[in-house]
């Protein structure tokens, strides 16, 4: 099953950090389990102050926790552990990288894959290390975390510094979301299925929702999160790329460019937020205390290590709207927050009611269809339709049923491969099409500084919602001002 695949040398940097220790190294072993790695791949993992018996040490432990026990075996995990090499460096020390050189040496010709699971302020010193000891070969790959750079000038600049030493061909910035099974499908149900096709456009959807909402809260990253905030966590990179999947037209075939040119005419067509309409268009939000599964949770501003003054947003709502033939006249409405009463992260299309509307007229509000793209936790795709309902009695009263597809009942598959196993296996195939080019991140970035420098203008502070809710009332405004409510609310 490993033949197409080359060996390769994986270098993480941040080994020992959550990224690595919680996703990466298990969606590996995955891969070790399904025999998708070369039996010659190594996987070295870098990090300051650690030896071989401690992050292997730390390693085993994550594994165990993160790795559900019905799908561990000793015979794989032992067989992965043997790949890895734990290296202590320090990253702005150029000495500190010699060790790392003489490892990789030792197969100079094999393909090297660098993942930086790093703060992005790293990425152009480690390139550069990397470039000045020798550790990088025609053969080099870079995986870049998001987020890449706070705004379009950081972000420039950080990909300006890892471009000096990689082309852009070798760059892979990674965006999990679109390791997923269904934003795959999405690709597959619109561009395959004539249904689909000759439906997607003004003329026959009436509006789109984008929601990605999170029970949890900061987790610890109070640092980080405080000074990115909800837009730049969430909304610049994850909701950005959902809506230019939906959003894009049909690409001349699946190679990497021909699909992220379309993912780029689509950024590009995001109508500017004017200031007047910043109170209609926008909402930001920052939760307060409240009940999740029915357990007080604190708010923001009480979560340790807590700035009590900041107005740093935990929850933003848009409504967004495209400059294109396709979507003239259609909003899209982005939502994302932190303290949510679900986790639930899906795409609704909205189909228009049918012209001619011949049922009752009390049941009209029924009479629309609605696509549900389910991304997490179930996912899945439901096609919600009308029909008669049954019984002698009920007469041609209309009836919603979902035409439903569970993607792990439909293949009958134990587990539905997590995002970075995918991701990684496509890195190590050496195919981009599933990973952020560069212009996409500026145009992104451009959009989404204009709402940042509203928002500095204004300086209101975000709106209060509990925790537990979906969210400030006003956010049901943007809908409501449209005769339109939420999906949750119907």
Same mark, same amino acid.
């Given at each position: 099953?490993?033949?197409?695949?080359?060996?390769?040398?994986?270098?993480?940097?941040?080994?020992?950090?959550?990224?690595?220790?919680?996703?990466?190294?298990?969606?590996?072993?995955?891969?070790?389990?399904?025999?998708?790695?070369?039996?010659?791949?190594?996987?070295?993992?870098?990090?300051?102050?650690?030896?071989?018996?401690?992050?292997?040490?730390?390693?085993?432990?994550?594994?165990?926790?993160?790795?559900?026990?019905?799908?561990?075996?000793? +015979? &794989?995990?032992? $067989?992965?552990?043997?790949? !890895?090499?734990?290296?202590?460096?320090? #990253? /702005?020390?150029?000495?500190?990288?010699?060790?790392?050189?003489?490892?990789?040496?030792?197969?100079?010709?094999?393909?090297?894959?660098?993942?930086?699971?790093?703060?992005?302020?790293?990425?152009?010193?480690?390139?550069?290390?990397?470039?000045?000891?020798?550790?990088?070969?025609?053969?080099?790959?870079?995986?870049?975390?998001?987020?890449?750079?706070?705004?379009?000038?950081?972000?420039?600049?950080?990909?300006?510094?890892?471009?000096?030493?990689?082309?852009?061909?070798?760059?892979?910035?990674?965006?999990?979301?679109?390791?997923?099974?269904?934003?795959?499908?999405?690709?597959?149900?619109?561009?395959?299925?004539?249904?689909?096709?000759?439906?997607?456009?003004?003329?026959?959807?009436?509006?789109? +929702? &984008?929601?990605? $909402?999170?029970?949890?809260? !900061?987790?610890?990253?109070?640092?980080? #999160? /405080?000074?990115?905030?909800?837009?730049?966590?969430?909304?610049?990179?994850?909701?950005?790329?959902?809506?230019?999947?939906?959003?894009?037209?049909?690409?001349?075939?699946?190679?990497?460019?021909?699909?992220?040119?379309?993912?780029?005419?689509?950024?590009?067509?995001?109508?500017?937020?004017?200031?007047?309409?910043?109170?209609?268009?926008?909402?930001?939000?920052?939760?307060?205390?409240?009940?999740?599964?029915?357990?007080?949770?604190?708010?923001?501003?009480?979560?340790?290590?807590?700035?009590?003054?900041?107005?740093?947003?935990?929850?933003?709502?848009?409504?967004?709207?495209?400059?294109?033939?396709?979507?003239?006249?259609?909003?899209?409405?982005?939502?994302?927050?932190?303290?949510?009463?679900?986790?639930?992260?899906?795409?609704?299309?909205?189909?228009?009611?049918?012209?001619?509307?011949? #049922? /009752?007229?009390?049941?009209?509000?029924?009479?629309?269809?609605?696509?549900?793209?389910?991304?997490?936790?179930?996912?899945?795709?439901?096609?919600?339709?009308?029909?008669?309902?049954?019984?002698?009695?009920?007469?041609?009263?209309?009836?919603?049923?979902?035409?439903?597809?569970?993607?792990?009942?439909?293949?009958?598959?134990?587990?539905?491969?997590?995002?970075?196993?995918?991701?990684?296996?496509?890195?190590?195939?050496?195919?981009?099409?599933?990973?952020?080019?560069?212009?996409?991140?500026?145009?992104?970035?451009?959009?989404?500084?204009?709402?940042?420098?509203?928002?500095?203008?204004?300086?209101?502070?975000?709106?209060?919602?509990?925790?537990?809710?979906?969210?400030?009332?006003?956010?049901?405004?943007?809908?409501?001002?449209?005769?339109?409510?939420?999906?949750?609310?119907?």
């Amino acid at each position: 099953m490993t033949a197409h695949l080359s060996a390769c040398d994986i270098i993480f940097f941040g080994a020992l950090g959550d990224l690595t220790q919680r996703k990466l190294l298990p969606a590996l072993y995955q891969l070790e389990r399904a025999k998708l790695i070369h039996k010659d791949t190594r996987i070295l993992c870098v990090a300051r102050n650690t030896d071989q018996d401690k992050g292997i040490g730390q390693t085993r432990q994550s594994l165990t926790k993160y790795v559900n026990e019905s799908l561990m075996s000793t +015979e &794989i995990l032992e $067989a992965f552990i043997e790949r !890895i090499h734990f290296l202590s460096v320090n #990253f /702005d020390e150029l000495d500190s990288y010699q060790p790392l050189k003489e490892i990789l040496d030792a197969s100079s010709n094999k393909e090297r894959v660098f993942y930086y699971a790093t703060s992005a302020s790293l990425y152009g010193t480690i390139s550069a290390n990397l470039n000045e000891q020798g550790c990088l070969n025609a053969q080099s790959r870079v995986v870049l975390e998001k987020p890449i750079g706070f705004s379009l000038e950081t972000s420039h600049q950080v990909n300006s510094e890892v471009g000096k030493y990689f082309d852009e061909s070798q760059i892979y910035r990674i965006d999990h979301y679109l390791g997923k099974e269904t934003v795959q499908n999405l690709i597959a149900l619109r561009f395959a299925n004539n249904l689909f096709g000759t439906q997607w456009n003004q003329n026959h959807i009436s509006h789109v +929702e &984008i929601t990605v $909402a999170e029970k949890v809260g !900061i987790e610890g990253r109070w640092g980080y #999160f /405080d000074k990115a905030g909800q837009l730049r966590d969430m909304v610049q990179n994850h909701l950005l790329q959902l809506l230019c999947l939906v959003a894009m037209d049909p690409p001349a075939d699946l190679s990497a460019d021909s699909i992220r040119d379309e993912k780029v005419k689509v950024l590009k067509s995001l109508r500017p937020i004017k200031s007047e309409e910043m109170g209609h268009h926008v909402v930001r939000g920052q939760y307060t205390s409240g009940y999740i599964n029915d357990q007080r949770v604190p708010g923001y501003l009480e979560e340790e290590g807590a700035n009590t003054s900041s107005q740093t947003e935990t929850f933003v709502s848009i409504r967004v709207e495209l400059g294109s033939w396709r979507w003239a006249g259609v909003p899209f409405y982005l939502r994302t927050g932190k303290r949510m009463a679900e986790k639930s992260s899906q795409i609704v299309v909205h189909f228009k009611q049918q012209p001619h509307y011949i #049922f /009752d007229p009390e049941q009209r509000q029924l009479a629309n269809n609605k696509l549900i793209i389910k991304l997490q936790p179930d996912e899945g795709i439901a096609l919600h339709i009308l029909t008669k309902d049954q019984g002698l009695e009920k007469g041609m009263q209309l009836r919603k049923a979902p035409l439903q597809l569970s993607f792990s009942q439909a293949f009958g598959i134990d587990r539905v491969p997590d995002a970075y196993e995918r991701l990684l296996l496509e890195v190590i195939k050496g195919q981009q099409y599933l990973f952020v080019r560069r212009d996409e991140i500026e145009h992104a970035w451009k959009w989404c500084d204009a709402l940042l420098n509203q928002w500095q203008k204004q300086n209101s502070p975000p709106l209060p919602y509990p925790a537990g809710s979906w969210g400030p009332a006003n956010s049901d405004l943007l809908l409501a001002n449209d005769g339109r409510v939420w999906y949750e609310n119907q």
